[in-house]
Structures are given as structure tokens and as C-alpha cells.
């Protein structure tokens, strides 16, 4: 029997899909892809006469319905979701529909939106000494967000933070963000379609982000990235300090050594 293969298909240039995806993608003879978010030039590495159904008008119904029947056919099925569907990917529920009707899947991650973001800006989410977390989150709107995870407790821990699908109500998460304890000057930065030809990033303050953004015409497919990683100040990792040894690097002397 055939099996249903996930595959991420990266932020949005067509290079960024892993080479097991791109492989399992162009062998396959159905492929349900995200349309809303996917690069359609993903497609051209498919094989002819492949057939390819766009997931953004169907339900989870229609979607489960067209893999099973794929694999009846002992067809090569492939779900190919934007970024890495272990965010916001929908797919556990896909998943546990494949599982009570016995069809096998496989997995086979993508680069997610927020790390072809910080490629994009050449950042780093975890500076040393000044911030070693990243939050991903987003804000509620007309899916809700549990209460414990609203923006405004988890800007209390001023960590670097990622806000998936809110640029459209950015005025609010800035007011949430300022109310959990972020300061105006804490810098903030929003990109559009990372990684895409028509890559836009607009960089900031609380204080300003809100007006640059609507100024620049962003109001969907967007990252909005906040935390002092994005300043000016940093620190040296202690990985290369001539004067910390570990595992791999030993032998100079006043050294100090890691755990
Ligand atoms: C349903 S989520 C899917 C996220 C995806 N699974 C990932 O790993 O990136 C869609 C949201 O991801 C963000 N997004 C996806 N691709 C993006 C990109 N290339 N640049 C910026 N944001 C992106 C936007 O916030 C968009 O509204």
C-alpha cells in the first residue's frame, strides 16, 4: 500500500523545500497543496499528468477523501503544507482522520516562515546574554488563543518573539505587548513573504511599527518579530571564546571550562 507523505514546503523559495520533500514531490501522483501560502512554482516539479488539488477551497472532509481514495488507487499522495506544518499546519487533525482509516503517512519537515525570517535579516533569536528563548505565538482573533497565552503574559518574559498571523490587527498586538511590560523603544520588525522574490521587511519600534506597516501596504502573509535580539547590543558566544574549552576544544591555558 501507498502512503500519504507531508512534506513542508519551505517559506517560499522554491530552493528552501528539503531535498527528501523535493524528491517525494516530484514522484508523485497526487498532490494537495496549500494555495493560499505555497509557491505555485513548487509545482512545476512535479511530474506530468500529476494531479493537483488546491486545499485552499476544500474542507478537511474533501481533503481526507481525496487521499483516500489516492491510496485505494495505490497512488503516491503528497500534502504539501507552506513553511513546516508542525506550526499552525493543521495537520494533527489530518493525521488522526488518515489514522482511524488505516493509512500510512510519513513526515518530512519544511524551513518554517520565521527561520527563513531571520535568514532574511541575517538575526539571530537567541543573542547571547540577551534574550536565549523565542516565543511563537499569535494573537486571538477569530480563532481563539487559550487565556494563559495572551500576548500581554507572555511579553511579560521580554524574550524574542515571533507573531504569526496578526499583521492585519497590529495596532492591538502592539497595545497588548506595551501593556505586558515591553518598553516603546523595544525594537520590532515586520517581513512580508520572507524568502519570495517580493520579500518586504519594515523594521522599527513599538513606538512606530503600527503606522510603517500600513504605510508599506502590509496586511497579511507577515511575520512580526519583537525583542531586543534585533538591537544594537549583543554579546560574544562563549562556543568560540579562546578562553572557554569543551568537549571539542581543549588546552589553553587560564581557561574555564563548560559543563
Ligand atoms: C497558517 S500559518 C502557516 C505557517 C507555516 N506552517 C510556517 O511554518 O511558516 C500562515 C502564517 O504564517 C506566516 N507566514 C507564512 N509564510 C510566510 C512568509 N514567507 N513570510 C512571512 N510570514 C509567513 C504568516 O503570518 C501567515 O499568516
Not at 163 to 191: C, D, H, M, W
Not at 219 to 238: C, H, Q
Amino acid at each position: 500500500m501507498t502512503k500519504v507523505s507531508f512534506i513542508g514546503a519551505g517559506p517560499g523559495d522554491t530552493d528552501l523545500i528539503t531535498l527528501k520533500g523535493y524528491k517525494r514531490l516530484a514522484d508523485a501522483d497526487i498532490i494537495i497543496y496549500a494555495g493560499s501560502l505555497v509557491n505555485p512554482e513548487l509545482l512545476d516539479y512535479c511530474k506530468e499528468g500529476a494531479e493537483k488539488y488546491d486545499s485552499k477551497s476544500m474542507t478537511l472532509e474533501d481533503i481526507i477523501n481525496t487521499m483516500a481514495k489516492g491510496i485505494a488507487e495505490d497512488k503516491k499522495v503528497v500534502r504539501l503544507q507552506t513553511g513546516d506544518f508542525s506550526i499552525y499546519g493543521s495537520i494533527r487533525e489530518q493525521v488522526e482522520e488518515l489514522r482511524k482509516l488505516n493509512i500510512e503517512f510519513e513526515c518530512i519537515p519544511g524551513v518554517s516562515s520565521f527561520l527563513g525570517a531571520a535568514s532574511s535579516m541575517g538575526v539571530e533569536y537567541t543573542v547571547p546574554e540577551v534574550s536565549q528563548s523565542v516565543i511563537i505565538t499569535r494573537i486571538s482573533g477569530r480563532t481563539p488563543v487559550p487565556e494563559d497565552e495572551s500576548l500581554e503574559k507572555l511579553a511579560s518574559h521580554h524574550t524574542s518573539m515571533v507573531i504569526f498571523l496578526s499583521v492585519q490587527s497590529i495596532q492591538k498586538v502592539v497595545k497588548q505587548l506595551i501593556r505586558g511590560g515591553y518598553t516603546e523603544e523595544t525594537p520590532a520588525a515586520v517581513i512580508y513573504k520572507a524568502t519570495w522574490e517580493d520579500e518586504k521587511t519594515v523594521r522599527g519600534t513599538l513606538a512606530d511599527i503600527a503606522h510603517k506597516v500600513k504605510e508599506a501596504g502590509i496586511s497579511r502573509t507577515a511575520l512580526i518579530m519583537v525583542g531586543d535580539f534585533l538591537g544594537d547590543e549583543y554579546n560574544y558566544s562563549k562556543l568560540y571564546d579562546e578562553t572557554f574549552t569543551h568537549t571539542y576544544r581543549k588546552g589553553i591555558k587560564n581557561a574555564t571550562k563548560s559543563e
